[in-house]
């Protein structure tokens, strides 16, 4: 199997500085602007403190996984290959499934490819600044595949381009929900009632992004969350280190 099978295109996300997070004087204000939602304020809360972390230089895809990716893993590995869109990103899949398609991807690219760390990824969504949406600070429901935007199920990847990050980055608001490789753990000086483990989760680690069938609070670049039943998996998107 040759490289062009699954090729990728990257992102060059240079190093610097994200403010991760949100400040715990803005989760009431959050929680009145979402409020038809009736989001709980301990979910915002997993995302206090607001601190700002240095991010050294990585690659990302451009777009997450798609299904035809998805296939030649299967048909490789000798898993059962499912019929779905070839350009649509693949979705459900357990976290251990993403990690195994990166090792079986860094063989085929001669490459070490991964998954993105939580930070890297709020890193590639922000960018320089605290934005609060990858393309700004206003929500718009025709940059997202978004329960807003009406579709009801997962598009074509890139298929919202005007929903771009500062560095091109896409879909990285809706479609589907991300892995990462970063374990649940709250924040270093969270709220006391921020809970240390979600045992409740499927997974204990963090997905970013939200998927067809959330609201737009997930499309937030801060927003941290898990897969709780009966989701049961995720889609993914790569990432590898870069020096300089």
């Not at 490789?181 to 006391?192: I, L, M, N």
């Amino acid at each position: 199997m040759t490289a062009d099978m699954i090729a990728i295109d990257w992102v060059d996300i240079p190093a610097g500085f994200v403010p991760r997070g949100t400040p715990a004087a803005e989760i009431d204000e959050l929680v009145r602007r979402h409020a038809d939602l009736a989001i709980p304020r301990s979910w915002f809360a997993k995302e206090v403190p607001r601190t700002v972390v240095r991010v050294e230089a990585f690659r990302l895809a451009r777009t997450p996984v798609t299904w035809a990716q998805w296939e030649s893993f299967c048909r490789a590995v000798g898993r059962a290959v499912l019929d779905r869109p070839d350009d649509h990103p693949v979705d459900g899949v357990h976290w251990q499934d993403a990690v195994d398609f990166c090792g079986w991807a860094s063989g085929v690219l001669e490459l070490v490819v991964r998954l993105p760390t939580e930070t890297e990824w709020e890193r590639a969504a922000r960018g320089d600044d605290a934005r609060e949406f990858p393309w700004g600070d206003e929500f718009d429901a025709g940059r997202a595949n978004l329960v807003e935007a009406g579709l009801g199920r997962t598009a074509s990847v890139g298929h919202f381009p005007e929903g771009a990050s500062p560095f091109g980055v896409l879909d990285m608001a809706g479609n589907v929900d991300e892995w990462t490789a970063t374990a649940y753990a709250p924040y270093p000086g969270a709220p006391a009632d921020v809970p240390t483990v979600e045992s409740w989760a499927e997974d204990n680690h963090v997905t970013r992004g939200g998927g067809f069938m959330h609201h737009r609070d997930l499309a937030r670049c801060a927003r941290r969350h898990g897969i709780y039943p009966p989701v049961g998996g995720a889609g993914f998107r790569l990432a590898t280190s870069t020096s300089g």
